[in-house]
């Protein structure tokens, strides 16, 4: 049997020596007659990669995230009552002007109380909120998780998209959010934002609500947990804490779209997200995509938002 080490070669008890060139050395450990490859690498590791390459014999580790892509959690989705429609707006009967009159009859064959019962029909269109890309067929052939990838991006952002409207969309828009259709709500004067929350809280309690959340600005929850006493020690629980955040017994969940300075205060029983289509991602060929190798993608949502008691939210702000 052979054998081949460094630069010399044997076989049969004949030498050879002066192999022509780095080469040969991997063509005789080929050679079934050769028993063993030894080969130095001192120098040698460079040209063995040369002549036998790298690409193709080990396959990288793809990650199916994308990398500089934040994607905070929409947990307004979690806190809010889901209605599905059929339709593309709801229709629904709003109190207006109530007032509970009830009393005492007093004596006998006197008149009772009368406690009109005002209503105004109301209606909550529905938003489709929706984007696109092309991508060529070749390269969803060639990379396999850029379809997760691709299609992970566009649903998060018609769901993100459709977040920040139910809580700040404004008219022209088939969705007017939380913080327009609330009502303004002004602390005492000197009251700091989280005891302005707080007598947000005990209107609703005394106006016959059930307040159960409350929505702030990040910053502004930053602010409340680090507040500080005198010695410098935290007034809440700060950044310790490691439970779901409450304030004032109400649940608290932040994103950016609620304005600083201006947490909102509801009762989350008198609102509802309108369900008509849920979000969705589609890949289809349009126009001339066929000729070109392309695929349209596209991301849509179809969603409203229904606010059957305005007095039941509370944008708060802090009266210096």
């Given at each position: 049997?052979?054998?081949?080490?460094?630069?010399?070669?044997?076989?049969?008890?004949?030498?050879?020596?002066?192999?022509?060139?780095?080469?040969?050395?991997?063509?005789?450990?080929?050679?079934?007659?050769?028993?063993?490859?030894?080969?130095?690498?001192?120098?040698?590791?460079?040209?063995?990669?040369?002549?036998v390459g790298t690409t193709g014999l080990v396959q990288p580790q793809r990650d199916a995230r994308i990398g500089n892509n934040p994607q905070r959690p929409l947990t307004l989705f979690d806190v809010l009552p889901v209605l599905p429609v059929a339709s593309n707006s709801f229709e629904f009967s709003k109190l207006n002007g109530y007032a509970n009159n009830a009393e005492d009859q007093g004596a006998e064959g006197t008149a009772k109380a009368n406690s009109p019962i005002p209503t105004a029909l109301t209606s909550a269109g529905i938003a489709t909120i929706a984007h696109f890309e092309k991508i060529s067929t070749q390269a969803l052939a060639d990379a396999p998780a850029l379809q997760?990838?691709?299609?992970?991006?566009?649903?998060?952002?018609?769901?993100?998209?459709?977040?920040?409207?139910?809580?700040?969309?404004?008219?022209?828009?088939?969705?007017?959010?939380?913080?327009?259709?609330?009502?303004a709500f002004a602390s005492s004067a000197g009251a700091t934002l989280v005891d302005a929350v707080g007598e947000a809280k005990s209107g609703l309690d005394?106006?016959?609500?059930?307040?159960?959340?409350?929505?702030?600005?990040?910053?502004?929850?930053?602010?409340?947990?680090?507040?500080?006493?005198?010695?410098?020690?935290?007034?809440?629980?700060?950044?310790?804490?490691?439970?779901?955040?409450?304030?004032?017994?109400?649940?608290?969940?932040?994103?950016?779209?609620?304005?600083?300075?201006?947490?909102?205060?509801?009762?989350?029983?008198?609102?509802a997200i309108l369900d008509r289509e849920q979000s969705r991602v589609e890949f289809a060929r349009d126009g001339d995509d066929f000729t070109?190798?392309?695929?349209?993608?596209?991301?849509?949502?179809?969603?409203?938002?229904?606010?059957?008691?305005?007095?039941?939210?509370?944008?708060?702000t802090a009266t210096p």
């Open positions: 049997a052979g054998e081949v080490s460094g630069r010399s070669f044997a076989s049969g008890g004949n030498a050879l020596a002066g192999i022509a060139s780095d080469a040969n050395v991997i063509k005789f450990a080929n050679d079934r007659s050769v028993r063993s490859a030894n080969y130095d690498l001192d120098g040698g590791l460079l040209a063995l990669k040369a002549v997760q990838q691709v299609s992970s991006l566009l649903e998060y952002g018609v769901m993100a998209r459709a977040a920040a409207r139910i809580i700040a969309g404004t008219a022209p828009g088939s969705i007017i959010g939380l913080a327009a259709q609330g009502t005394i106006a016959g609500w059930a307040p159960d959340l409350a929505i702030f600005h990040p910053s502004d929850w930053f602010n409340i947990t680090s507040a500080k006493d005198a010695t410098g020690k935290y007034i809440a629980s700060g950044w310790i804490g490691g439970s779901e955040p409450t304030v004032w017994g109400l649940r608290v969940i932040t994103d950016a779209s609620v304005a600083f300075g201006n947490p909102l205060v509801l009762d989350s029983s008198q609102v070109k190798n392309l695929l349209t993608v596209l991301g849509e949502i179809r969603i409203g938002l229904a606010v059957f008691s305005p007095s039941a939210i509370r944008v708060v």
